[in-house]
């Protein structure tokens, strides 16, 4: 025969077991909500940068670069950052897209 354990006893484990339960949630709360946050960066000065220059300056903050379009500017600088979308000094994440606008020539 099994013997019959005390309604204290039976409390008491399954306190224990609630307990651990509400850790385990909230650590993997905790966890997931880091994870997406992720590393946070500014966004880099980028306007009057050749095209391969401001991707480098965006690749060693680990953000990526869009050419939204290239507008017609004056020989001198073709390829060059005109605009930049966020703008510079803005605290993004990690991964980030940032779409630039490159001057053209005529």
Do not use: H
């Amino acid at each position: 025969m099994v013997p019959r354990q005390s309604p204290r006893v039976i409390a008491q484990r399954l306190l224990v077991i609630a307990l651990l339960a509400a850790v385990f949630c909230v650590s993997a709360g905790v966890v997931t909500y880091l994870a997406l946050r992720g590393r946070t960066v500014e966004v880099p000065n980028l306007v009057g940068k050749s095209e391969g220059e401001a991707e480098g300056a965006l690749a060693e903050q680990g953000l990526r670069m869009q050419v939204r379009n290239r507008a017609p500017g004056s020989q001198a600088t073709a390829g060059v950052v005109s605009d930049q979308s966020p703008a510079a000094g803005t605290t993004v994440k990690t991964g980030q897209l940032v779409r630039v606008s490159l001057a053209a020539a005529r």
